[in-house]
DNA sequence: CGCGAATGGTTACAATTGAAACTATACTCC
DNA sequence: GGAGTATAGTTTCAATTGTAACCATTCGCG
């Protein structure tokens, strides 16, 4: 098949300055892709664990004997995705359950003396990670960026809540 | 099965202040899910377009007459999601496909009128979420962000390629 | 030329994820 | 107490995505 020579020149539509690498959510988009596959990459390598179990692992060590609903809430992952994710754990003796004794629907979490371990040892690597993404920006850039991403995620959350609403 | 008292309190690991809230990389996924659901969600309902498939005709909107690999490249997406992205706007008739003369292994891809159209109307629609959720910011913010973006991102980058390449 | 390596792109298969249905337990309130 | 609804969590099935293998074509070069 022939194309015709184009109409659409790369400085054409003028009036709708969309490109992608200005465009702020394609830009967080890639940022947040690299870094998650960055870190990820060296939990899975080192200790077998994908994103969402290194979520539980890291909220059950602050917070000791959660359900998996509040795990869900903490994590901003999905009730699905946390049972899955416990499911490894459990398979992996990293997380032991109970059961409410006043409320048999509720599950309780904590984290075994493995995934306390785990958790000691994954959570220096993340925030050397961390650390040296961040050694970019001077400190006061660093409390800019933290307040940012605070304020755009209250608006992101807004707007979404918003938009199911109607 | 019963669980003993836990010796590990919320506020017990000191030495590790790893707070899945205040962890960089984790408020990044959380804000760029968020925010890639609430517009993603609107070209879905709205024009039936995937992700993928907006990037594509972002691009070949601002850069006619690419191939597939050229435009995984402006697109931060690999050739497979490219070829699939492409397929479904082939098969939707808003991308029109030649082949290079001199190398016949090399798409040239294009926009049709159908997908310039789309173009037309989602590109404001989407410039429309990002200033609402930039409402937030001030106009000096606006400029720190971007190039908080674009330092973390290039050192992301570094760092990905570094891990890779040892 | 012609053979091996590289490139552009697609296909096939496996793993991950998402949405809805489902089970079990608990709550509401008549 | 019991019907209807809500909540906690799991399972199931479909859709999406990632990885590797795979064609076809082209390039590098002896």
Do not use: C
Not at 38 to 52: K, M, Q, T, W
Not at 130 to 142: F, G, I, K
């Amino acid at each position: 098949m022939e194309l015709a020579p184009s109409m659409n020149a790369a400085d054409d539509p003028p009036d709708n300055p969309l490109h992608l690498d200005r465009f702020i959510p394609y830009r967080l988009s890639v940022l947040s892709n690299t870094v998650s596959m960055l870190i990820a990459g060296a939990y899975e390598r080192e200790f077998g664990l994908s994103i969402p179990q290194w979520r539980v692992i890291a909220v059950l060590a602050r917070y000791p004997d959660l359900s998996a609903v509040e795990v869900a809430e903490r994590t901003a992952m999905d009730k699905v995705a946390v049972s899955r994710a416990v499911q490894g754990l459990l398979d992996s003796k990293r997380v032991l359950r109970a059961y409410d004794k006043g409320d048999r629907r509720r599950s309780i979490l904590r984290l075994s003396a493995a995934g306390q371990s785990v958790y000691q040892r994954v959570a220096p690597l993340a925030l050397r990670y961390e650390e040296e993404l961040l050694s970019v920006l001077s400190a006061s850039d660093q409390r800019v960026l933290d307040r940012l991403l605070h304020r755009l995620l209250e608006k992101a959350q807004s707007m979404a809540i918003i938009r199911a609403v109607q």
